[in-house]
């Protein structure tokens, strides 16, 4: 719990740091803005669904599950709805307080 805790005060000095930067530098405050709204929603969604956290291993296998599926998907539509699902369980990982590469 404690380490879940670290994670989530070390993501809100990130923020911070974003939120620094992108007034400090005009030229990239659209893109760090971007980055740092959708990173705030994703994780303010991944809040409100509140589902279960589980350890990195557990995430880096759920990705890897939905990797596959996304490689087998038959057509553009189900490839659609599996790099949906990829992305979800990627920010599910991390919004879980992990570290993910990025598939």
Do not use: C
């Not at 992108?22 to 990173?39: E, T, V, Y």
């Not at 994703?42 to 890897?64: G, I, N, R, T």
């Not at 599996?82 to 993910?100: F, I, P, Q």
């Amino acid at each position: 719990m404690q380490l879940v805790q670290d994670q989530q005060a070390h993501q809100l000095q990130r923020h911070d740091r974003f939120r620094e930067l992108a007034h400090s530098q005009s030229p990239l405050k659209a893109r760090i803005s971007g980055i740092l709204d959708s990173n705030m929603l994703l994780m303010l969604w991944h809040s409100a669904l509140d589902m279960e956290k589980y350890d990195k291993a557990w995430h880096e296998q759920d990705m890897k599950d939905e990797l596959q599926e996304l490689v087998e998907a038959p057509n553009i539509l189900y490839k659609w709805s599996e790099l949906s699902d990829v992305s979800y369980t990627y920010s599910r990982g991390k919004w879980s307080g992990h570290n993910l590469d990025l598939p």
